[in-house]
């Protein structure tokens, strides 16, 4: 099944497409649609840079690539998105850190990796570096999210004021205890 990038007012004939990102029977596989001061993020696939992070106007011209996070045909795969107070946070990977907590202030500039939560620079699985932040939710003008630090406590609650300093764990179990 091939998905395009449309709008609607509700009515058939007020239902058009904005743009085809990816011509031909593939489609763009759009996915995680979110707002954001005026414009909608979104992840999408145009058959080149991979799924990436995508925005829109509400026109073809204002319908672009974003930021290629992870470049080349490679995914960062952007996913579980959350508008926090003008800031559009979302779980990425670069291909360097694996999947982690960015955030964007709506310019490709201002798109960064807020926190490597689990660090892992020695295991050769590149999943072993994912803490793969889930469930992003403005709570209150907060970002709560869950985050798997894999070795030393698992999946558990965070929370984020946007900077890497502020990136807490909100309340933990027991740490894991260490394989040797």
């Given at each position: 099944m091939a998905f395009r990038r449309g709008k609607s007012?509700?009515?058939e004939a007020g239902t058009v497409l904005v743009k085809d990102i990816r011509p031909g029977p593939s489609g763009s596989e759009i996915q995680e649609l979110t707002a954001m001061n005026g414009r909608l993020f979104f992840a999408a696939d145009d058959g080149m840079a991979g799924?990436?992070?995508w925005t829109s106007d509400g026109t073809a011209a204002g319908t672009t690539l974003f930021k290629d996070i992870n470049p080349g045909v490679s995914s960062s795969g952007p996913q579980s998105m959350a508008e926090v107070n003008g800031t559009l946070f979302f779980a990425a990977d670069d291909g360097m850190t694996g999947r982690e907590l960015?955030?964007?202030?709506?310019?490709?500039?201002?798109?960064?990796?807020v926190k490597d939560i689990n660090p892992n620079p020695i295991d050769p699985d590149p999943t072993a570096s994912d803490s793969d932040p889930g469930d992003l939710t403005n709570v209150n003008g907060t970002l709560f999210?869950?985050?798997?630090e894999k070795a030393v406590r698992g999946t558990e609650l965070w929370k984020s004021d946007g900077t890497a300093a502020g990136t807490v764990l909100v309340k933990g179990h027991q740490p894991r205890p260490r394989r040797l």
């Amino acid at each position: 099944m091939a998905f395009r990038r449309g709008k609607s007012d509700g009515t058939e004939a007020g239902t058009v497409l904005v743009k085809d990102i990816r011509p031909g029977p593939s489609g763009s596989e759009i996915q995680e649609l979110t707002a954001m001061n005026g414009r909608l993020f979104f992840a999408a696939d145009d058959g080149m840079a991979g799924l990436e992070l995508w925005t829109s106007d509400g026109t073809a011209a204002g319908t672009t690539l974003f930021k290629d996070i992870n470049p080349g045909v490679s995914s960062s795969g952007p996913q579980s998105m959350a508008e926090v107070n003008g800031t559009l946070f979302f779980a990425a990977d670069d291909g360097m850190t694996g999947r982690e907590l960015w955030k964007t202030d709506g310019t490709p500039e201002g798109t960064v990796l807020v926190k490597d939560i689990n660090p892992n620079p020695i295991d050769p699985d590149p999943t072993a570096s994912d803490s793969d932040p889930g469930d992003l939710t403005n709570v209150n003008g907060t970002l709560f999210f869950v985050a798997d630090e894999k070795a030393v406590r698992g999946t558990e609650l965070w929370k984020s004021d946007g900077t890497a300093a502020g990136t807490v764990l909100v309340k933990g179990h027991q740490p894991r205890p260490r394989r040797l």
